[in-house]
């Protein structure tokens, strides 16, 4: 046992690892340099990006699969950087941990003019504020330790990303008394719990069509087969939506499909938007998630239960956890009903086989994708016909699906793969990236094969922003041309394939996954105009919108 000191920096390393962190995103930089070093001594290990947005999407991803993550970066140049990322960890609940270095306390009172900042010392902090969930300054050993628990704990209650900002000459500042860590756990009102599904049972029972919706809260928090164990207690269909995308096995018996409303297939459609009583389960409503807000669930008819709380039609039961209620909805007595999801109008992707020298078009290449998901396969899907092209996957099992398809940024796919794989050695990542997402990001494929990690990257060069040509036509939607199948050269590692036809394709794939050894780019060139069924749909609605 170390005889060592706790200090600030060394207090926030044990704890870090005490919540499951094994690795930390970042770009090193002066103002964190001595935080880095104590990070480097501990069994925490530093993964170093190309740039701190990447980093910020790498964590994002990891903290997805882990339960956290983290990144460390330098203060403005970095710090600032990483705004987008946290902004979408915010956004699509990723529990993500930002820790920013700063200028030194003592280094301040000089009053001049420092590198890197810009406007005061507090204006960083702001930023971050609108950003997280929770934020704070570690400049003070007297509250620092109590300040690192409070914003860990909200980090992990809301799965939402938090800032903790660390002065450099705070770093191996010495505790001033002893310190155990404090974790407080909230509780559900009993009585709310006993209201909420005593309500919404009696409207279970009165439905012939209930169908339940599982939103990304029920994987973020680890709810998924608390969910399963309570459909199948009830024989309740259950869809998902595209941000949940998977979080039911989907060849599971009561599984309906991934619901987008008018931009989804039509038969998961109908069948929810034809249900008597919906229960969704921590969803966000958002607008891809519901084609655009064409989704016709009646308030009268829904359940929307999340984790801030239960609205049972438009009953509020604010202190009831989404825990709590699903594990009491589990033990409810309910008839067992006879709902059973829709047979697939003939699946999107129909079984696969290559025809030699024919040219690859948009749904060939989904059903030869859809063909080689096994349960070991995570997809991490680019905003873009990347994502829409992937809605209709049907994967095996639990297959992972990872995506930001609410808040959408480009250039996420790649260095979130890096996140995966390094949270989950024995899983596989394909990642299925546009043209012009790849041109973001793309040099973090560079990091995974640094780190001898292996995914499979399909870049759909369907040359330009095809997804704002569908919305509005124009030369700006061209974009320049690369030969990503030549980036294994400059990067000094992987193999890549340059795919025209379906028999490429197929030689390509069958390489790649015979091969666990080595990353794979594949760049597969696409018609211009070509597209999946799910963009057309959205082209259609959106071109209505704007
Ligand atoms: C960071 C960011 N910038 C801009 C956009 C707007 N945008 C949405 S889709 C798109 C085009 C994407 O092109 P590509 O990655 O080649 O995919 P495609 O639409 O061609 O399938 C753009 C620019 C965005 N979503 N995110
Ligand atoms: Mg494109």
């Known amino acids: 046992m170390s005889t060592a000191p706790i200090t600030i920096g060394s207090y926030l390393v044990e704890r870090l690892r005490d919540l499951g962190l094994k690795h930390a995103f970042g770009v090193p930089g002066d103002y964190i340099l001595n935080f880095y070093k104590m990070m480097e001594e501990s069994p925490i290990k530093l993964v170093g990006t190309t740039a701190e947005l990447p980093s910020g999407y790498a964590a994002d991803a990891y903290a997805r699969m882990n339960g956290i993550g983290c990144c460390l970066t330098t203060y403005g140049v970095g710090a600032l950087s990483l705004t987008n990322a946290v902004a979408c960890a915010f956004a699509e609940k990723s ?17 001049h003019l420092l590198h890197h900042t810009f406007g005061g010392y507090d204006s960083q902090r702001e930023v971050f504020a609108r950003l997280t969930v929770a934020n704070c300054v570690l400049d003070d050993p007297l509250t620092a330790f109590r300040e690192i628990d409070r914003v860990l704990a909200a980090c992990l209650r809301h799965k939402r990303p938090v800032y903790i900002e660390l002065p450099r000459d705070r770093v191996s500042q010495p505790a001033l008394y002893p310190h155990v860590a404090v974790v407080e756990e909230p509780t559900s009102d009993p009585l709310q719990v006993r209201d909420a599904v005593a309500e919404t049972a009696e409207m279970l029972r009165d439905s012939r069509k209930p169908v339940v919706l599982a939103g990304i809260e ?14 199948e207690r009830h024989s309740l269909p259950v869809a998902a939506m595209l941000l949940s995308k998977s979080v039911i096995p989907e060849n599971h018996p009561l599984y309906a499909g991934v619901y987008m ?26 607008d891809i998630d519901t084609g655009l807000f064409t989704h016709t669930l009646d308030d009268s008819l829904v359940v929307h239960a999340t984790t801030e709380g239960v609205r049972v039609r438009r009953h509020v039961y604010p202190d009831v956890r989404l825990q709590d209620f699903i594990a009491a909805l589990v033990q409810a007595e309910l008839p067992g009903f006879n709902n059973p999801p829709p047979r697939s109008e003939g699946p999107v992707y129909a079984p696969w086989k290559a025809e030699p020298g024919r040219i690859l078009s948009v749904s060939r290449l989904f059903q030869k994708v859809n063909a080689v998901l096994t349960e070991d396969l995570v997809v991490v899907a680019d905003p873009g016909d990347a994502l829409f092209g992937a809605a209709d996957l049907i994967g095996p099992g639990r297959a992972g699906f990872l995506a930001p398809a609410f808040y959408a940024t480009l250039g996420w796919a790649v260095p979130a793969s890096l996140g995966v794989q390094l949270a989950r050695p024995t899983i596989r990542t394909l990642v299925l990236v546009g043209d012009g997402a790849f041109q973001f990001t793309g040099l973090e494929w560079s990091t995974a094969i640094h780190w001898g990690l292996n995914p499979i990257v399909i870049v759909l060069n369907n040359h330009g922003y095809l997804t704002e040509r569908v919305l ?15 980036l294994p050269e400059v990067f000094g590692g992987g193999v890549g394939f340059d795919v025209h036809t379906e028999d490429e394709l197929e030689e390509a794939l069958t390489k790649a996954l015979a091969d666990r050894s080595r990353a794979v780019m594949i760049n597969a060139h696409l018609a211009k105009d070509d597209m999946s069924p799910c963009l057309r749909r959205l082209g259609e609605r959106m071109a209505k919108k704007v």
């Open 95 to 111: 529990p993500v941990v930002i820790v920013s270095g700063a200028p030194g306390l003592r280094e301040r009172q000089r009053g």
């Open 472 to 486: 509005l036509e124009g030369s700006f939607n061209d974009i320049a041309q690369w030969n990503f199948h030549k």
């Open 218 to 231: 029920i994987e973020r928090f680890g709810l998924a087969a608390e969910v399963i164990r309570m459909v």
């Open 261 to 286: 409303a008018g931009m989804g297939r039509p038969e998961v459609s109908r069948f929810v938007d034809d249900s008597d009583c919906v229960l969704m389960l921590g969803a966000l409503v958002t």
